[in-house]
């Protein structure tokens, strides 16, 4: 029948290659397609392959048109037209992904920069895996097209021969899952209940929810066991004390690698105008709620006076930002040492020595700069426990 | 034999159907309000009962307890009468059941948003309500029961089954979880506290979902399905044991409301391990439901009746199958205190309880009124449009607890945490517009339905007594059955069975709970609260703090860096009612005292966006503006310490003193900070309360081995 093609038929065939092709473009467009690509024994392999899938894709979309074809002269009087522009809107429809597939490739090029999978370009191996997985997809498609077509002439012929019981006693995959029985035998199944004309069936219990009944039992019991008698499972407590560990270790190993290790016993003050701009973002956004925005104080004191409460020596400022003390909330959680150091330097560069509008009345003590720094008051206990804890990062 | 004829009630099928309409709008439209609030504060319209914290509780019990409540009325004592072949009991006891049940209704949305609550989810009200609630449900039990022994159908149909153990669990559910100590008329301190509380609380919560929500939808579900499709029940046998399994199973599961808190590991697993296998007897109910439509699927393709039950049935099993999922600690461990858990109780709440209403609805009116539904279309798009509604909010839902989670969880390489509590609740603020949209189009569904009963109701004529006819049940010689026919034939035995059924999960949680001192370790250094601290806290409750904010910090890193130290059993044991919270729309609060200075508090409740400049929690004015009623003190105190709290002897004389020198001193503090407050105002005990949250503990000596 393939000889008797029409031209329109020709028409839809090439209509899909062309809608196919632009799934190859990325390929192209991804870069020059330089020689590494091709001597790459995986990208050759990926090339092959969607090769040979187009290659498949072209076969089963001949067969498709081929049986639609016959379908289509079948019903030569039906709306010839209609089934014509359907195939159409199948054939559109099994192509459309492929268009919108340029997108997400796309992106996954822009997102995974220069790392490279399998020797190519992490770009080229995604575009070349979506293009793969969307030609499996169109060739799913097209097995379940044509098989939609010829079931339709399987059950023509079927019916012929097959007397309505028959095909009413026949059991789909699903009833055979479900141990449903024909609806036929249903009168074999009647416990003859009759409530308010409500009749009761006796069927078998679905075998799976039986058996996932079953299963979930089981797993009870061996839930239990792990964590309860043989303690293989963590508690709570176990599970926590091992996350942090574990991020501790990590955290570690990262300020190693960074070098990057400043804390209350090293910090300076920041003069760079990048560290006095990174601190003030941090007072507007989390100590302005307290100290206003000028660092005039309301809630808490007046930071651009010569009192202080803590101390007005970077270290001591520094840690008094880090675990707080008093009023004063503990920030190490939210901010990084280097942050607070910036903060901490915004305060004493811009703010302090500022004459605020309506300022906070002065508390704590009198304090020139340079002069020795005051002993910081007595850290309360928790505060303490804190500094060891963060003493080993 | 002989035939006898009797007519069917259907004027308090009528009422009770005609409520369920107008409190599920009330309801609906209160979650919708709620739902805005959480991205438009100013609608809160800085009035005490339109606040978040007062409106959500509205929400949740006018669903539960007075749309699916009357719903599930009304299903039932339509259903109950034709499965029994006789009229219901006594009219009069229908209609008390009935008066009795809209006056509960009425008066808890009047204390609820008048801020009288217990404080526990779910069973806020009151305690002259509570005692109300037990006296209608008894009601309620004896016209069932009534009914059920005057029947003329031998054995009972699973529907009944379904009744019958409703009515027993809820009823032991509601009196075992509302022990309390009334301080007055109107306010009551639970019996139970910390752990224990909430053990009784979540073991209360989870199984009104499962025997207020779930067994008596399901009784419905297997009336008006086999009614509206014509089809035979599946299975008879599924019934059997997806019934006994469902309610055995069901109530050992409340404990995976509070996996990771101080709860007793045990527990926990206990309540993990029961929710896996719950999976199978929910699906059950799922399986009879859809299998019973085999053959009929023509038929749902044109009825809307069928159309809604399909999809409540398929909600049903969506959720049924998420809750046991979430009852896994790895899930609960992104999932809990999110959006997920909402997300997850609307597919419930919305799909099967709101559907199935839907469809018993379009199902009896017609046929009371003698006619066919106004409109099958206008049904249909209800149907299409509640549909998408379900879709729409949850769907974002589920992705902005997601996204939370994991917001929550990040920290920096230096171990910083990544997100500012404040920052995970701006970024998912566009997923709660488009929420409120769901939960708007959901709205404007049933309004439509309103509208097509309406005319429904306008075309027919009311038959208010339906006739019917039947013959006598005769004494029958005993023959030898099928063993599980035998107990359908006995009402009682089915009752008396399911209650030992039912009572077991809970009594092998809750003894050793309450008698094994291990289990909750005590800490020296937690007391007993100051009575200023004591009055601070009722206010915290009045307002329904705990509706967005939790009061236990979980062994997690994340939350350890955010918040404190992790919450310990022994911390919680003077907390009547605990205050654990299910949702952390806000920030956890188990360590907030000392965490920030008076005057910051002060200045929060004034206006939050004072301190925090996006924050979506309400304004408290009038905590500020408000006098403190301290006449209360010394009945509270002594309430309190006939709970066992450890005040002194004789100390409700004096405690008032203790209060105002208490009450001087923040007053003085605040003033430090350049604010002006009479000593005398609520917002000085609330304060004195939220700084006092948490601390306790770390006054305990801290243990040798910690000291290395």
Redesign the interface.
């Known amino acids: 029948m393939l000889l008797h093609m029409r031209t329109k038929n020709k028409y839809i065939l090439g209509l899909l290659t062309a809608l196919t092709l632009p799934a190859l473009q990325p390929v192209w467009a991804a870069g020059p397609p330089a020689p590494s690509v091709f001597s790459n024994p995986l990208a050759l392999t990926f090339i092959i392959l969607m090769t040979l899938l187009l290659v498949i894709i072209g076969i089963l979309a001949n067969i498709l048109i081929g049986a639609a074809d016959v379908k289509l002269r079948k019903r030569k009087k039906a709306g010839k037209q209609a089934t014509l522009a359907s195939v159409i809107t199948v054939l559109l429809l099994l192509a459309a992904p492929v268009l919108y597939a340029q997108d997400p490739a796309a992106t996954d090029a822009v997102k995974s920069g220069p790392a490279t999978i399998a020797g190519m370009s992490s770009s080229t191996f995604y575009i070349m895996a979506t293009v793969l997985f969307l030609e499996l997809f169109i060739i799913i498609a097209l097995l379940i097209n044509i098989k939609f077509l010829l079931r339709t002439e399987k059950e023509k012929i079927a019916a012929e021969t097959e007397t309505p019981e028959e095909r009413a006693n026949k059991l789909s995959w699903w009833d055979r899952f479900n141990s449903l029985r024909p609806v036929t035998e249903e009168a074999s199944l009647d416990l003859g209940h009759d409530y308010d004309g409500i009749r009761e069936l006796n069927n078998r219990l679905p075998p799976w929810w039986l058996y996932g009944f079953y299963a979930c039992i089981i797993f009870a019991g061996i839930y239990l066991w792990r964590f309860h008698v043989s303690h293989t499972g963590p508690s709570s407590k176990q599970e926590y004390e091992r996350s942090v560990a574990s991020a501790e270790l990590k955290i570690q190993e990262y300020l190693k690698q960074k070098g990057d290790a400043v804390d209350e016993t090293n910090v300076t003050i920041l003069k760079e105008d990048a560290d006095i701009a990174a601190g003030k973002a941090v007072f507007l956004k989390s100590c302005a709620a307290c100290h206003t925005e000028t660092g005039g104080g309301n809630i808490g004191p007046n930071l651009t006076d010569d009192y202080w409460i803590h101390g007005n020596d970077i270290k001591i400022m520094f840690k008094t930002i880090r675990y707080g003390i008093n009023a004063m909330p503990s920030w190490q959680s939210q901010y990084s040492n280097k942050q607070i150091a910036q903060v901490a330097s915004y305060i004493k560069v811009k703010l302090h020595g500022t004459n605020p509008p309506n300022p906070k009345a002065p508390q704590g003590t009198l304090m020139k700069e340079e002069a020795a720094p005051a002993a910081p008051a007595a850290p309360a206990a928790d505060s303490a426990a804190q500094t060891k804890k963060v003493a080993m990062n | 034999m002989q035939v006898e004829k009797f007519y069917y009630d259907n004027k308090i099928v009528k009422a009770f159907g005609l409520a369920t309409v107008i409190f599920g709008i009330v309801g609906m439209l209160a979650g919708l309000w709620a739902a805005i609030q959480i991205y438009y504060p100013a609608i809160s319209l800085n009035f005490p009962p339109t606040t978040f914290g007062r409106i959500r509780p509205l929400h949740t019990n006018a669903i539960i307890f007075a749309f699916v409540g009357n719903a599930s009325f009304a299903g039932i004592y339509y ?1 109950l009468q ?2 029994c ?1 006789a009229r219901l009991f006594s009219d009069k006891l229908s209609w008390i059941h009935f008066w009795g049940w809209q006056a509960i209704i009425a008066s808890a949305a009047i204390t609820l948003l008048l801020g009288i609550t217990t404080g526990k989810e779910y069973a806020e009200l009151e305690w002259p309500i509570d005692i109300a609630i037990t006296l209608i449900w008894v009601v309620f039990g004896i016209n069932m029961f009534g009914t059920i022994l005057k029947r003329r ?1 031998r ?1 009972l ?1 699973v529907a009944i089954w379904f009744y019958i153990a409703t009515w027993v669990t809820v009823a032991l559910l509601h009196i075992v979880n509302s022990i309390e100590i009334p301080v007055s008329f109107l306010k009551s301190y639970s019996w139970y506290a910390g752990v224990q509380d909430a053990l009784v609380q979540w073991w209360y919560g989870h199984n009104a979902v499962a025997f207020f929500l779930t067994t008596p939808v399901l009784g419905l579900m297997y ?1 008006f399905l ?2 509206a499709s014509g089809r ?8 059997i ?1 997806h019934f006994w ?1 469902l309610i055995f199973i069901y109530i050992w599961a409340g404990p995976h409301h509070l996996l ?1 808190t101080s709860l007793p ?2 527990a ?3 309540g ?3 929710s ?2 719950l ?3 929910s ?2 109910g799922m ?1 009879n439901g859809l ?1 019973t439509l ?2 009929a699927w023509d038929k749902v393709r044109e009825d809307p009746v069928l159309k809604f039950m399909v999809v409540a049935i398929t909600c049903y099993g969506m959720s049924t199958l998420e809750g046991p999922i979430l009852s896994l600690k790895s899930v609960n461990f992104i999932s809990h205190f999110t959006d997920w858990t909402i997300a997850h109780v609307h597919i419930g709440g919305l799909g099967w309880n709101g559907f199935l209403a839907f469809a018993i609805l379009y199902y009896m009116i017609p046929r009371m009124w003698g006619t066919q539904l106004y409109s099958k279309k206008l049904a249909t798009n209800h149907f299409w449009l509640g549909t998408i509604g379900i879709i729409l909010y949850a769907v974002p839902m589920y992705w902005a607890g997601f996204e939370q989670a994991s917001m929550w969880k990040q ?7 990544k997100f ?1 509590f404040l920052e995970t609740v701006t970024n998912i603020v566009p997923m709660y517009v488009a929420r409120s949209i769901g939960g708007l189009l959901y709205l404007t569904g049933a309004l439509m339905m309103v509208y097509n009963l309406y005319r429904t109701m306008v075309a027919g004529k009311f038959i208010p007594d339906e006739a019917a006819e039947a013959p006598a049940l005769v004494k029958e010689a005993h023959k030898k059955e099928y063993w599980h026919r035998v107990i359908e034939r006995k009402p009682v035995t089915m009752l008396v069975l399911s209650l030992i059924l039912v009572s077991i999960g809970g009594l092998v949680q809750m003894i050793p709970t309450f008698l094994v001192k291990e289990n909750i370790p005590t800490i020296t250094s937690v007391k007993p609260y100051t009575p200023l601290e004591l009055q601070g806290r009722d206010i915290y409750i009045r307002e329904g703090c705990y509706t967005c904010h939790s009061q236990m910090v ?4 994340d939350e ?3 918040y404190g130290e ?1 919450s310990k059993a022994g911390e919680f044991v003077y907390d009547h009612p605990f205050q654990w919270g299910s949702k952390r729309t806000g920030p956890d609060l188990a360590r907030i005292g ?4 008076d ?2 508090h002060y ?1 929060h409740m004034y206006d939050p966006r ?3 400049q996006l924050s979506i929690m309400p304004r408290y004015v009038w905590i500020i503006r408000n006098n403190l009623d301290t006449t209360s003190t010394p009945a509270k105190i002594r309430a309190m310490k006939t709970l066992g709290v450890p005040y002194p002897d004789g100390y409700d004389q004096v405690a008032n003193r203790d209060l105002m020198h208490q009450a001087d001193s923040i007053a003085a503090n605040l003033k430090k ?2 604010i002006e407050t009479a000593p005398t105002k609520e917002i000085v005990a609330l304060i004195a309360y939220l700084q006092r949250v948490g601390r306790d503990i ?1 006054l305990e000596p ?1 243990p040798l081995a910690e000291n290395k």
């Open positions: 259903s034709r499965l072949k159908e054995h149909y009336y086999p009614k035979p029940v599946y299975s008879y046998r599924l019934s044991i399994a990771y590991d045990w926990q697993s206990l993990t391990v029961f896996i296998m999976i199978a007897p699906w059950g399986l299998f085999r053959g920290f920096t390489p230096e171990g910083q945490l500012q979980r062994p997690f890193r350890v860096a955010r992790y000392g965490k920030y200075p005057s910051w200045t004072l301190t925090q900070d350049k770390k801290k």
